[in-house]
């Protein structure tokens, strides 16, 4: 079993920064291909982007190019999501998840743990 636990969510005005932290326990972060999603009231739980075992290598949906960062810290077992120059539209509760099966899906049914959430409040 892995148990996940998001920190970090709050509230901020757009153009700002959060730094969110997912920390693992029972199993290794960097055996995993780990996946940050976010749920906005109302609409399905969407992909935000991942960071793939072993190789590290990210991938991001276009909205969040360039500016939110995943990465990894081996050591810690915990995986971050930095996101800047913030939008209203990226209000929503934000989710890390690990998927143990290859390959770095971006559809949330392929994870098989995930942590609680934190949410994340952008205003205007």
Do not use: H
Not at 14 to 41: D, E, F, I, K
């Amino acid at each position: 079993q892995m148990q996940l636990v998001e920190s970090g969510g709050g509230s901020v005005q757009a153009g700002g920064s959060l730094r969110l932290s997912c920390a693992a326990s029972g199993r290794t972060v960097r055996s995993y291909c780990m996946g940050w999603l976010r749920q906005a009231p109302g609409k399905e739980r969407d992909f935000v982007g991942t960071i793939s075992a072993s190789s590290g290598n990210t991938y991001y949906r276009n909205s969040v190019k360039g500016r939110f960062t995943i990465s990894r810290d081996n050591a810690k077992n915990t995986v971050y999501l930095e996101m800047n120059s913030l939008k209203p539209e990226d209000t929503a509760v934000y989710y890390c998840a690990a998927r143990s099966g290859l390959g770095c899906p971006s559809a949330s049914g392929f994870y098989d743990y995930w942590g609680q959430g934190t949410q994340v409040t952008v205003s205007a």
